[in-house]
C-alpha cells in the first residue's frame, strides 16, 4: 500500500498569515494514465469532509483562491495564503491512483 | 443539490455483523465511484472500501481481512457495505463518498462493544 506522510502534524497560524503542509508519498502517485490522482481534503470541526484539491493543483468549485496545491511524482504541498477563521480544521492529503486509496494522517490548522 | 445519506450504523456485540446503507441524489449516481471512509473520534480518515460504477470491481483496505463486502444497486441509487466479524476496533463513523467528486455523507456511526 501507498503510504502517505504529512509534515507538520500540527500548524499554530496568525490570522492572515500563510500557511503550508507538505505530503510525500512512499511511491509515485503517477497513474499508468499520466495523471496524478493527489486530492486534499479539508475537515472543519464537527463537519463531514470536503474536497479542496484534486489533481495535485484544481481548486473544486467554490474553494477560495488562497488555497493552492502544487507538487509532483512523490511530493506535495498544500499552500493558503492568508490564514482565515474560517480555515481552522484538519487537512488530509489522499492519493487515488493506486488501490487502496490511502490518507495522510492529518495536519491540525489552528489559528494563534 | 447532491445529497449522500447513510444509515445503518448500531451498537453490535464483538463478532456481530451490519449492513451500512448510502443513498444518493441530486446527481448521477450509476456514474459515480463510491467509497466508505471511516473515522475514529479525534483521529483521522481511513479508506475502507471502493466498488466502481457497475459494482464489477471493488476494493478494500487490509484491516478488512475479508470481513466487509460493497455492493450497490443502481435502480435504487444505493450502496452497501456488509460487515461481519465485527471488531471492537471496527468503532468509528462511517462516511460514503465520492472523494473525488466532492460527495460526502454525514457519516453514520458503528460502535462495537460487548
Known amino acids: 500500500d501507498i503510504v502517505m506522510t504529512q509534515t507538520p502534524l500540527s500548524s499554530p497560524v496568525t490570522l492572515g498569515q500563510p500557511a503550508s503542509i507538505s505530503c510525500t508519498s512512499s511511491q509515485s502517485l503517477v497513474h499508468s494514465n499520466g495523471n496524478t490522482y493527489l486530492g486534499w481534503v479539508q475537515q472543519r470541526p464537527g463537519q463531514p469532509p470536503r474536497l479542496l484539491i484534486y489533481q495535485i493543483s484544481n481548486r473544486v468549485s467554490g474553494v477560495p483562491d488562497r488555497f493552492s496545491g502544487s507538487g509532483a511524482g512523490t511530493d506535495f504541498t498544500l499552500k493558503i495564503s492568508r490564514v482565515e477563521a474560517e480555515d481552522a480544521g484538519f487537512y488530509y492529503c489522499?492519493?487515488?491512483?493506486?488501490?487502496?486509496?490511502?490518507f495522510g494522517q492529518g495536519t491540525k490548522v489552528e489559528i494563534k | 443539490e447532491v445529497h449522500l445519506v447513510e444509515s445503518g450504523g448500531d451498537l453490535v456485540q464483538p463478532g456481530g455483523s451490519l449492513r451500512l446503507s448510502c443513498v444518493g441524489s441530486?446527481?448521477?449516481?450509476?456514474?459515480?465511484?463510491i467509497q466508505w471512509v471511516r473515522q475514529v473520534p479525534g483521529k483521522g480518515l481511513v479508506f475502507v472500501s471502493h466498488i466502481n460504477t457497475e459494482g464489477s470491481a471493488t476494493s478494500y483496505a487490509d484491516f478488512v481481512e475479508g470481513r466487509f463486502t460493497t455492493s450497490r444497486d443502481n435502480a435504487k441509487n444505493t450502496v452497501y457495505l456488509q460487515m461481519n466479524s465485527l471488531r471492537v476496533e471496527d468503532t468509528a463513523m462511517y462516511y460514503c463518498?465520492?472523494?473525488?467528486?466532492?460527495?460526502w455523507g454525514r457519516g453514520t456511526l458503528v460502535t462495537v462493544s460487548s
Open positions: 489522499v492519493q487515488g491512483t493506486q488501490f487502496p486509496w490511502t
Open positions: 441530486g446527481f448521477s449516481f450509476s456514474d459515480s465511484w
Open positions: 463518498a465520492d472523494i473525488f467528486s466532492d460527495y
